[in-house]
T-cell receptor, first 115, second 112 residues
Framework: NAGVIQTPRHKVTGKGQEATLWCEPI?????VFWYRQTIVQGLEFLTY????????DSGMPKERFSAQMPNQSHSTLKIQSTQPQDSAVYLC?????????????FGHGTKLSVL | GEQVEQRPPHLSVREGDSAFITCTYT??????FFWYKQEPGASLQLLMK?????EINEGQGFTVLLNKKDKRLSLNLTAAHPGDSAAYFC???????????FGTGTRLQVSP
């Protein structure tokens, strides 16, 4: 079991460019979460899917951020017109089907740097 | 929505001392509680899952206290050693949602 796989590990974009981050959850995990990690804010919840359906995107900046889960083996987080304040480590996590008492398994994250 | 405050943001202790980290949360419906550890350059790993019915949870080298009346979750590393140097995050969720809300983290440094 390779765990949660996130690609790329590092991404550098210029201001105004688009960035797409990929996540492959652990096979059999039906819940997939996206978080943004910064020193100041810690782990900020962005969005999550259960059985590929978007359930809660209350943490997503509405205008430029979007997330999809087209199949059970991967999810993407897309940031349009990236801004320097989007620089952060974006973490993907997955968990087993049973709701909120299950632990999250995290990937190593994608470090996004917007110049 | 749920708000989780974690203190202190940074903590430095000497080897053998204890390290105490506290989180307070706001949602009285919070039911599941977690502590995660993130070593430098590594992904977050579960340290302990705490059930709502248990006030004191013992782990290997640490104790987790849950005070539901005060909505406080604490982690006490007893006799810390340099290998405990990492970032620690509390996390909270309620019984009616998958959403897990994390604290802002505590960066612990244990010096020899």
């Amino acid at each position: 079991n390779a765990g949660v796989i996130q690609t790329p590990r590092h991404k550098v974009t210029g201001k105004g460019q688009e960035a797409t981050l990929w996540c492959e959850p652990i096979s059999g995990h039906s819940a997939v979460f996206w978080y943004r990690q910064t020193i100041v804010q810690g782990l900020e919840f962005l969005t999550y899917f259960r059985n590929q359906a978007p359930i809660d995107d209350s943490g997503m900046p509405k205008e430029r951020f979007s997330a999809q889960m087209p199949n059970q083996s991967h999810s993407t987080l897309k940031i349009q017109s990236t801004q320097p304040q989007d620089s952060a480590v974006y973490l993907c996590a997955s968990s087993l089907p049973r709701l909120s008492n299950e632990r999250l398994f995290f990937g190593h994250g994608t470090k996004l740097s917007v110049l | 929505g749920e708000q989780v405050e974690q203190r202190p943001p940074h903590l430095s202790v000497r080897e053998g001392d204890s390290a105490f980290i506290t989180c307070t949360y706001t949602d009285p419906n919070s039911y599941y509680f977690f502590w995660y550890k993130q070593e430098p350059g590594a992904s977050l790993q579960l340290l302990m899952k705490v059930f709502s019915s248990t006030e004191i949870n013992e782990g290997q080298g640490f104790t987790v206290l849950l005070n539901k009346k005060d909505k406080r979750l604490s982690l006490n590393l007893t006799a810390a050693h340099p290998g405990d140097s990492a970032a620690y995050f509390c996390a909270v969720s309620s019984s009616n949602t998958d959403k897990v809300v994390f604290g802002t983290g505590t960066r612990l440094q244990v010096s020899p």
